[in-house]
């Protein structure tokens, strides 16, 4: 049993892993500037209305904590270029002090999700391994590679363990479907609403879709020490395009999709599609969910869920 933070734990992929760590019996804290939705459904989670910007308060928030999972991030992988400096400034800079404050509090290993969407970059060979180029070719890519470094250069300077997931695109319940991220929780609340889906290119561009309860799972594998201060990816490696996933949603929710093709953005690679080889290859996990059944368990959730 272990004690375990969530910063940005009041999220899509905090909130999942919260219940799922305290489902494990470990005792779980989330800090966030926003509450979790759902929290009253969890045992064994403390909830605290915190900034990790706040330096002043890491030290008594991380005593005592042996797993931090470091999940909050102010940017996105679409808009990210908008705001560059502080996308550097906020996620690269706080995080570098809530490393330093890990490192006082004897924390035993920081938790990172990386974005296995963007930090590749283009490439032509499919699917992607870990020791893949990496060219990001949107701010966010970059930030996340950047503090992937600092976590490499921490544990060689101070020796703080760290495990870094390079996810693909998470889809399930607990996504918002008000958001400016998760296509499929975007499109089912679109579909649920007769509103007109807005896509940027043909609809052609390919991605990896993996559903939460197999990147939770993964996470709460983390605490694991077989897994320590390397690099994973997260994926199916199946790919689907934004066409089929708008045909799977329509389908599930049976309604004809009113779609609006808007100009391709440069930031967006055409495909990408990871190999979770290097991952199964040392613990016994598995991206087992179909997309179909996974888009029917995201759809009920979001139909309870409609703001
Ligand atoms: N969702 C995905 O498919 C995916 C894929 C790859 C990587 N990631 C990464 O995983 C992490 C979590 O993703 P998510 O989808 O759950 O995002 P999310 O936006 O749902 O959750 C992020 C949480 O961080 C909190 N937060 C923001 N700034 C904060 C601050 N200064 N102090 C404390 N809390 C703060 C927000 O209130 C929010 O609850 C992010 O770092 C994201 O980049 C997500």
């Not at 570098?96 to 283009?122: N, Q, R």
């Not at 879709?209 to 993964?218: C, E, G, N, W």
Request: proline residues 3%; hydrophobic residues 35%; contains cysteine.
């Amino acid at each position: 049993m272990k004690n375990c933070i969530i910063i940005g734990g009041s999220g899509f992929l905090g909130m999942n892993l919260s219940k799922a760590l305290s489902d494990a019996g470990h005792i779980v804290t989330i800090a966030d500037i926003a509450p979790p939705v759902e929290k009253s459904k969890f045992k064994n989670v403390k909830f605290q209305k915190i900034s990790y910007f706040d330096s002043n308060t890491l030290k008594d928030l991380l005593e005592g904590q042996n797993i931090l999972y470091h999940f909050a991030y102010s940017s996105l992988p679409g808009t990210s270029y908008e705001k560059m400096e502080e996308d550097i400034a906020q996620n690269v800079a706080y995080s570098i002090s809530l490393f330093k404050a890990a490192v006082k509090s004897k924390v035993e290993k920081i938790i990172f999700p990386s974005s296995g969407g963007t930090v590749y970059g283009e490439t032509t060979m499919l699917p992607i391994k870990e020791t893949a180029e990496t060219n990001p070719i949107c701010s966010y890519g970059i930030t996340k590679l950047m503090i992937e470094k600092y976590l490499y250069m921490f544990n060689k300077l101070f020796g703080i363990d760290y495990l870094i997931y390079r996810i693909s695109n998470a889809y399930g319940p607990g996504q918002n479907s008000n958001g400016q991220q998760g296509l499929i929780a975007n499109v089912l609340g679109k579909l649920i609403r007769s509103q007109k889906i807005s896509i940027y290119g043909d609809g052609d561009t390919i991605r990896d879709y993996v559903y939460i309860d197999d990147v939770t799972r993964a996470f709460v594998e983390g605490i694991d020490d077989r897994l320590k201060n390397d690099i994973f990816n997260i994926g199916t490696g199946e790919g689907y395009s934004i066409n089929e996933i708008i045909n799977n949603c329509s389908n599930i929710v049976g309604k004809k999709p009113d779609v609006e093709y808007l100009p391709k953005r440069d930031i967006d690679v055409r495909l990408n599609i990871l190999d979770s080889t290097k991952i199964k290859s040392l613990i016994d996990w598995n991206p087992n969910t179909d997309i179909c059944e996974g888009i029917k368990k995201a759809y009920e959730w979001v139909k309870r869920n409609l703001k």
